[in-house]
């Protein structure tokens, strides 16, 4: 499998450099090779399904012997989590990543039309790129132990944290994310080869919205998975990996404003050009940054290094010098239309949401680079003084549990929450009146009359929100400010659905980003501080307004456990809790697992600490060599006893016995109580006498981990029932947070659809060849295709 394997990626790579280079060839004006190229983009396109393809068999088949299956599932995987698998590493996300931007090639070659030359070989060059990362950190190579190729029985298995739905969709979608934003990189820089600097903007925009959409939905699975799992910071942690994910979404979406202006009246040209390269250029810094083991010990997330820094940093480097190079070369050739100087103009709005946007993204970048930053010695020192004044740092502590003694760190949480929330605010502001202004004035009259019912439903829901419990200053104009932005969105919602659902979209992302920052609000800055509860079983105890009962320590399928609560048992509301709690034993870590009560106003978040069992201080359970105290007896293990062969063949039993020294208050003594296998398969003790007349008993033995348990009769020492340890705190307005991801992306969706409704109303006639592109390729490919 390694050879075949390895030939379909090599052959994948060849195809992508063939396609990229005929392409290249045919804007020169050998039109005869666009057939080649888009064979070269279709072959790299099918053999690389063929190698995702073969991943997947490889870990149906618990194929061992191929390192990256040995790595990452083991026997007793689901199903849907060995098919999961197939991500979970970086050589499997990689092929997945080259996929995803493939799979865009056919769409390509059908709509780009006099663009697709320059646009597929852009592409299948970055493509390439990704292609040859995969064929250095090969998925199929073979399983080396000792210098040895092998096949072990079983494989490693999968971080216990990652057996979770979302894992079967989060990766993928966010790989797709990034394969779609691609698209408007190239056009752009299509445009800059061609010269055609506002031909690329009606496809880049539909691109951009269906890059931005499909990378917002991952981003919010990730999300919604951290909320559903302890230990991950909440929805959103501030977790390095997480925010470089983030930081391509918010260029995306100034890019997205940023071409509507163009497409409208010919504005931000050159913004534009620099906004596509941006964006990709974070998709590019994104993964390495996750990749590259720059983030390995300040992020979860982030795969270790393994031998890809160097070169995808130099890919980095080279495509986004060679891009800027050709915006430099174009830059006095791209004409300028100026835009509106007035303040109430939807210009001047645009032109500040894209400032703010790239503010929010630059700042997010910065506290993610520190880690790699301060690699260099020369400058951790001064960074630490710096940023150390201000901002709360971690030397590594907080991940690894102790400082890195290189001089690295980062930056806390606490860095994006104290910079980013002026931010938001202003784009809070601006979604609030820039939906209402003309793109060149606006009397300030018609504004204000506009803004009457928003802003009297605005003072009615800060109101309430007040009442509700809302007081911090800050918080209550973060709710008035988005509340607004809320506000005037639906009101041109309704206005416009007189003439059709379709134009909407944006204007329903406007409503569903104010909702998603009041729910922000409430869920951090009003969420209940944590209350621990440790109750016994059958216990009872009442806790931010709920009661709580634990109704024991129950086993589930995969060696899982869950703990059993009742909650408000005896009102209308009662219902049933299973947080999930259990010790991992192949991966050696401890799994803990929420329980959540949703509502519409706010959430009962009860998570796992501890599992107490019953313990009987009348027993000691012991290993051989091993000490231990049962009331005022110190007992030592000595070790197993089987008797002359262990069996008793007249009874027809079996004898197993431990050797235990026993020291009292005045002497020790070594005794061997025994356990007998009747004949009924019962274990039935067989006990041993201490001078002072006490019975010593073998309860129980495990073979398997070589432990006894042993009871002294008689102390009647107490017996501490089994006890929950769990946390609860309430986190309100946690529902605006996922119902307004839901209609920025149902807005989303809306604006790609419309697009597409516009593309098929309009049939525009193919527009004239643009004067200095080259060979005027243009007019013979027209030729060309009429005639096949």
């Known amino acids: ?48 399904l063929g190698v995702a393809a073969l991943i997947l068999v490889a870990f149906l088949q618990q194929r061992y012997d191929i390192r990256y299956v040995y790595d990452y599932s083991s026997s007793d995987l689901e199903l849907r989590y060995r098919i999961a698998a197939v991500w979970a590493g970086q050589p499997g996300s990689l092929v997945v990543w080259a996929l995803a931007g493939l799979l865009c090639a056919p769409l390509l070659m059908r709509r780009s039309r006099h663009f697709e030359p320059y646009v597929l070989a852009l592409l299948l060059l970055i493509q390439a790129i990704l292609l040859l990362f995969v064929l250095i950190r090969n998925p199929l190579a073979p399983t080396i132990i000792d210098g040895v190729a092998s096949r072990p029985e079983d494989g490693r298995g999968l971080n216990p944290i990652l057996h979770n739905p979302w894992m079967v969709l989060h990766p993928p979608t966010l790989f797709l994310g990034y394969g779609l934003l691609v698209v408007p990189f190239c056009l752009a820089l299509a445009g800059l080869w061609r010269r055609d600097y506002d031909g690329w903007v009606r496809p880049g925009l539909t691109w951009t919205i269906a890059g931005w959409t499909v990378l917002g939905v991952a981003l919010a699975m990730g999300g919604y998975w951290a909320y559903e799992t302890l230990g991950w910071g909440g929805y959103w942690g501030w977790d390095p990996v997480e925010n470089a994910a983030l930081v391509p979404w918010l260029t995306g979406t100034a890019l997205m404003h940023g071409l509507v202006l163009q497409r409208t009246h010919g504005g931000l040209r050159r913004t534009n050009m620099a ?18 083991g720059v983030l390995s010990s300040f992020s979860v997330h982030s795969f270790v290094e393994e031998g890809l820094k160097e070169i995808m940093l130099g890919s980095m480097v080279a495509l986004l010098l060679g891009s800027l190079l050709l915006l430099a070369l174009r830059w006095r050739d791209i004409p300028l239309r100026p835009l509106s100087d007035r303040l109430l103009a939807r210009d001047t709005a645009f032109v ?41 740092i971690d030397d590594g502590t907080l991940f690894n549990g102790q400082p890195l003694g290189d001089g690295r760190f980062s930056l806390t949480p606490q860095f994006f929450k104290q910079t980013t929330p002026p931010l938001g605010l202003i784009l809070a502001v601006l979604m609030a009146v820039g939906p209402l202004l003309g793109w060149r004035n606006t009397a300030p009259r018609r504004l204000l009359r506009d803004l009457r019912w928003p802003f009297g439903a605005t003072v009615v829901i800060t109101s309430a929100a007040m009442l509700l419990g809302v007081h911090d200053p800050f918080s209550v104009i973060y709710v008035l400010i988005a509340s607004l932005a809320a506000g005037t969105n639906l009101l041109l919602i309704i206005r416009l659905l007189r003439s059709g659902w379709w134009r909407i979209g944006g204007y329903l992302a406007h409503v569903g980003m104010a909702l998603f920052l009041i729910g922000v609000v409430g869920s951090y800055a009003y969420a209940s501080p944590e209350e621990k509860i440790v109750l016994r079983e059958g216990e009872t ?27 408000d048992e005896g009102s209308e509301q009662a219902f049933a809790a299973f947080p999930e709690l259990y010790f991992n034993e192949r991966m050696g870590a401890w799994v803990r697992t929420p329980a959540i009560k949703r509502s519409l106003w706010k959430d009962l978040y009860i998570a796992p600490e501890d599992y107490l069992p019953q313990h009987d201080a009348n027993t000691a359970v012991l290993a051989p060599g091993e000490s231990g105290t049962i009331g005022p007896y110190t007992l030592r293990f000595e070790g197993f006893d089987l008797g002359a062969h262990g069996v008793d063949v007249q009874a027809d039993t079996m004898l197993i016995g431990a050797t235990l020294t026993i020291t009292g208050e005045q002497q020790a003594t070594q005794l061997t109580p025994r356990l007998r296998l009747e004949p009924d398969r019962r274990m039935r003790p067989v006990p041993a006498t201490l001078p ?88 013979r490919l027209r030729g060309w295709r009429g005639a096949s």
Request: glycine share 10%; hydrophobic share 50%.
């Open 692 to 779: 002072d007349g006490r019975q010593v008993l073998l309860e129980a033995v495990s073979p398997a981990e070589e432990l006894v348990r042993i009871r002294i009769e008689g102390l009647n020492l107490p017996v501490t029932p089994a006890r929950a340890v769990f946390t609860v705190s309430t986190k309100p307005a946690i529902a605006l947070v996922w119902l307004g991801i839901a209609l920025m992306t149902a807005g989303g969706t809306i604006a790609v659809l419309r697009r597409q409704l516009d593309r098929r109303a309009a049939r525009v006639p193919q527009p004239a060849p643009v004067p200095g592109t080259f060979g005027g390729w243009n007019r």
């Open 541 to 567: 105890q009442s806790m931010l307004g709920h009661t709580f009962t634990f109704w024991g320590y129950e086993g589930r399928d995969n060696n899982r456990h869950v703990m059993r609560l009742g909650v």
């Open 1 to 48: 499998m390694y050879l075949l394997g390895s030939s379909l990626i090599a052959l994948a790579l060849a195809s992508a450099l063939l396609g990229a280079g005929c392409y290249t060839l045919v804007t020169t004006g050998r039109v005869r090779l666009l057939r080649w190229g888009r064979a070269g983009a279709w072959s790299a396109l099918l053999l690389t």
């Open 275 to 292: 906004l596509a390269i941006l964006t990709y250029g974070c998709v590019f810094y994104a993964s390495f940054l996750t990749r590259s």
């Open 352 to 392: 500040l949401l894209i400032v703010t946007f790239v503010l929010l993204a630059a700042l997010v970048t910065f506290g993610n680079s520190i880690p790699w930053f301060t690699s260099a010695r020369w400058l951790s020192q001064p960074l630490q003084a710096l940023l150390g004044r201000t901002f709360e």
